[in-house]
């Protein structure tokens, strides 16, 4: 037991050694207010309430104040998820990248101990992340809301996706991690890891959508729209299929599982060379 | 008291390439112990199945009876410091072994005392993007010692060190080894390099053992070259002291005793033109036994 709290507060150091964190620190919380700002405007607009209002024609989204205020308060979230990706993608791909693993491997040669810190680790990042993020969108979310004249909070709700945006963020990170390990070399990880969730998965998702067994049952399941589904924004189309939000967050874990879960087994089989 | 090591039928295929063939051969506890062989004999591969970096084909290698991965806390046993292993640019050399020292609770004090040890405690508070060689060497070793272990495997430590870092690194070594009496297994392809350092040799050509003993026994020794006008009647006259014709009319003595030598050659009244010690050629002994079996020397087509 002893052996993980050494690997986790290894992994911690890892991460606050470099200049990488502070930089994400300031990436995290410009997103979360930026984008809190441009969405509450957006969401408030007159054009917007009218069209919400007969049924989203014209392809605005479609939701009600509760999903409205998530929508504010999350909007920077599909950003911070990819910058959580890219942690994960780095705090394994440095360690190949730099040939730390090694030195690593050395100072703790059950392999289990040394992966699970880093899930446990990289978990915790990511929920602080997620604080300085919701610190940004609520501060000027909140502000933007209240301004326009919707309510800022409409429900207890609201508060259930603020916790759960920092689940997402821990969710992602894991993926990034398994992508780390399943592509060696960081760079080409780095790009592939964020193409395919920033360009490639949504796209899919669109193309999936396009047919009608698709839309039901195979899109909700997809990485992006399960993390919407957790935190419960506004929809883009009222046609959208949503999963529950305890059903999008047993999505998403799955998929964090299954990336996390193939690259710890590669590793543990892995020649250090 | 230092551990020992030892190695049984260990085998390495990677596809087709058997990196290392049935290797057996045993360390002695407080001796160093210089692993020998040309560049990609498979000594790097060797040292990396002893940490439990590379999992062996078949064979077993263990430290005082157990495996790498079976030990409690391994820096307190065994340090090493390997080839291919890095520091992060962006990470001072300090805050790198401070993610070691926290993953086997090895305290920040440690790390602090083994940066002066090394001469390098001011360094290791600059990223080491902008390190030299030699610095890395260094920081590499305290890597190594950060758990106080009784065993350090080195692989290859003199590579890319100018003269001054080689001559730093032996008297480290010796200063660990004769005074702290721990056990070392220093790897190298020059022997020449660690021939002044090391007690006993391992040689291994092509993953497999070619030679193994005290450093003193490999190639017969040091003696003496003898040159005067009748060989064969100094070869009497020095009674008990054993010896052999040399090329040129020269006497080989067994015997580094040039003043005994040089008294029976005058009690038996006999000129001497020339009278040296010489040693054990070992290089010529090294390439010798390692020759014609480097298989990253292709043959010509």
Not at chain 1, 58 to 73: C, K, L, R, T
Not at chain 1, 204 to 225: M, N, R, T, V
Not at chain 2, 73 to 96: F, K, N, S, W, Y
Not at chain 2, 241 to 264: C, K, N, W, Y
């Amino acid at each position: 037991m002893s052996g993980l709290t050494g690997a986790v507060r290894s992994e911690l150091l890892k991460f606050f050694t470099t200049r990488l964190w502070w930089g994400m620190l300031i990436g995290v919380f410009a997103c979360g207010a930026a984008f809190a700002l441009i969405i509450g405007l957006l969401y408030t607009s007159e054009k917007f309430l009218e069209q919400s209002g007969n049924g989203g024609f014209g392809g605005a989204p479609v939701g009600d104040d509760v999903q409205i205020a998530n929508s504010v308060y999350t909007a920077g979230l599909s950003i911070s998820y990819l910058l959580m990706l890219v942690i994960g993608v780095i705090q394994i791909g440095a360690e190949y990248r730099h040939r730390t693993v090694t030195s690593t491997f050395l100072a703790q040669p059950r392999r289990p101990v040394v992966m699970l810190g880093k899930v446990l680790a990289l978990v915790a990042v990511a929920a602080a992340y997620g604080l300085v993020n919701l610190v940004g969108s609520v501060l000027v979310g909140a502000i933007t809301l209240h301004a326009r004249g919707a309510p800022a909070f409409p429900s207890a709700q609201v508060v259930r996706t603020l916790a759960l945006s920092m689940l997402v963020l821990g969710l992602w990170a894991l993926i990034g991690l398994g992508i780390g390990i399943l592509i060696p070399n960081q760079v080409a990880a780095l790009l592939i890891g964020v193409g395919a969730a920033w360009l490639v998965e949504p796209l899919l998702g669109l193309a999936i959508k396009a047919s009608d067994f698709g839309q039901q049952h195979i899109a909700p399941y997809l990485p992006s729209e399960a993390t919407q589904a957790v935190i419960n924004t506004a929809k883009a189309s009222a046609d959208d299929v949503r999963l529950s939000w305890w059903g999008g967050a047993i999505a998403l874990l799955c998929w964090a599982a299954a990336f996390a879960g193939a690259g710890i087994v590669r590793v543990l089989r892995q020649d250090i060379t | 008291m230092g551990v020992g090591v030892e190695f049984s039928g260990l085998t390495k295929r990677f596809g087709s390439l058997t990196a290392v063939d049935e290797l057996s051969f045993a360390v002695a506890p407080g001796r160093v112990t210089g692993f020998l062989g040309p560049n990609g004999a498979g000594k790097t591969t060797t040292l990396r199945m002893l940490l439990g970096l590379v999992r062996p084909t078949s064979g077993t290698a263990r430290i005082d009876g157990r495996t790498y991965v079976e030990l409690d806390r391994p820096l307190d046993v065994v340090g090493a410091a390997l080839e291919a292993t890095d520091v992060h640019p962006g990470r001072t050399g300090r805050d790198h072994l401070r993610t070691i020292a926290a993953a086997s609770g090895v305290p920040d004090r440690r790390v602090d005392e083994l940066l002066e040890l090394t001469g390098i405690p001011a360094f290791a508070r600059k990223r080491a993007g902008g390190y030299s060689t030699g610095m890395r060497q260094r920081l590499a070793l305290a890597q190594s010692l950060l758990g106080d272990p009784q065993l350090l495997v080195l692989d290859e430590p003199a590579n890319g060190l100018d003269p001054e870092g080689i001559r730093w690194l032996r008297g480290f070594l010796r200063h660990l080894c004769a005074d702290q009496g721990k056990t070392v297994l220093v790897s190298s392809h020059l022997l020449q390099e660690v021939e002044q350092t090391v007690d006993d040799v391992v040689i291994i050509a092509n993953g497999t053992l070619v030679k193994q003993g005290a450093m003193a026994d490999l190639g017969g020794g040091a003696g003496a070259i003898v040159r005067t006008p009748d060989p064969a009647a100094l070869a009497r006259a020095l009674g008990d002291i054993t010896s052999e014709p040399d090329a040129d009319g020269a006497l080989f003595v067994h015997s580094t005793d040039l003043r005994a030598i040089g008294d029976a050659a005058h009690a038996a009244g006999l000129p001497v033109w020339e009278l040296r010690r010489r040693e054990a050629d070992l290089e010529a002994l090294f390439f010798e036994l390692t020759e014609g079996r480097n298989r990253n020397v292709g043959e010509a087509v």
